[in-house]
T-cell receptor
Framework: AQSVTQPDIHITVSEGASLELRCNYS??????LFWYVQSPGQGLQLLLK??????LVQGIKGFEAEFKRSQSSFNLRKPSVHWSDAAEYFC????????????FGTGTRLQVTL | NAGVTQTPKFQVLKTGQSMTLQCAQDMNHEYMSWYRQDPGMGLRLIHYSVGAGITDQGEVPNGYNVSRSTTEDFPLRLLSAAPSQTSVYFCASSSPDSYNEQFFGPGTRLTVL
C-alpha cells in the first residue's frame, strides 16, 4: 500500500528566506508525486507534479521539487518565500493502475514572518 | 468550463439526519472521488468511481453511500449523520491518462451537531 510522510507539522520561516518542505513516500513501483497548496478556507491548488523524466520539476509560484528515488523523497523548495506563501502544503502519491486514487500526507502548515 | 462544482458550500446537520452532497464535473472525466479532510490527518479517500455505474470503497467508507448514474455527477450520501462525520469534503475528478492528477472542487464544510 502507498503511504506518504510529511515529518514537519508546522514550519515558520522569515519572508525572503529559503524553504524546504519534506515528503517521503512508500511505494514499490514508480510513483506519481504531487504537491498541493491550501490557503485557509480554500480548496486545493496543484503546485507541481512528477510522473517521469527529469527529476527536478518546476511548478507555479516559483516552487520546485526534486524526486530522489534512492531516498524515496519528493521535497518541495522555494528560494525566497513571500508572505502570501503562508498556507498548508500537502504531498500526495499515486500510481499506475490505481484508478487515479491519491494517498495524501498529513500536511505541513507554513507560517511566514515579516 | 466550470471544472468540478460542489454544493452546498456549508451545511449543519443534527445527529441522525440524512443529506446528499452534490458533485458535478464538466470535463468528461471517467474517474471521480470523494475525500474528507480532518485536522492533522490530510485527505482520506471515502469512495471512488471509475465510470458510470461503477463505484468502490476507499479508506474510510463507513457511513457513506455513493452512486454514479452519469459521467458528470457523483453524489455522496450520509444516511444517518454522526458527529464523527464533521469534516470538509472534497470531490475530485481525473482521467485515466492523467497520471492520477486530480482536479478538486471547492469543498463542502459539514458540521454535525
Amino acid at each position: 500500500a502507498q503511504s506518504v510522510t510529511q515529518p514537519d507539522i508546522h514550519i515558520t520561516v522569515s519572508e525572503g528566506a529559503s524553504l524546504e518542505l519534506r515528503c517521503n513516500y512508500s511505494y514499490g513501483a514508480t510513483p506519481y508525486l504531487f504537491w498541493y497548496v491550501q490557503s485557509p478556507g480554500q480548496g486545493l491548488q496543484l503546485l507541481l507534479k512528477y510522473f517521469s523524466g527529469d527529476t527536478l520539476v518546476q511548478g507555479i509560484k516559483g516552487f520546485e521539487a526534486e524526486f530522489k528515488r534512492s531516498q524515496s523523497s519528493f521535497n518541495l523548495r522555494k528560494p525566497s518565500v513571500h508572505w502570501s506563501d503562508a498556507a498548508e502544503y500537502f504531498c500526495a502519491v499515486g500510481a499506475a493502475g490505481t484508478a487515479s486514487k491519491l494517498t495524501f500526507g498529513t500536511g505541513t502548515r507554513l507560517q511566514v514572518t515579516l | 468550463n466550470a471544472g468540478v462544482t460542489q454544493t452546498p458550500k456549508f451545511q449543519v446537520l443534527k445527529t441522525g439526519q440524512s443529506m446528499t452532497l452534490q458533485c458535478a464535473q464538466d470535463m468528461n472525466h471517467e474517474y471521480m472521488s470523494w475525500y474528507r479532510q480532518d485536522p492533522g490527518m490530510g485527505l482520506r479517500l471515502i469512495h471512488y468511481s471509475v465510470g458510470a455505474g461503477i463505484t468502490d470503497q476507499g479508506e474510510v467508507p463507513n457511513g457513506y453511500n455513493v452512486s454514479r448514474s452519469t459521467t458528470e455527477d457523483f453524489p455522496l450520501r450520509l444516511l444517518s449523520a454522526a458527529p464523527s462525520q464533521t469534516s470538509v469534503y472534497f470531490c475530485a475528478s481525473s482521467s485515466p491518462d492523467s497520471y492520477n492528477e486530480q482536479f478538486f472542487g471547492p469543498g463542502t464544510r459539514l458540521t454535525v451537531l
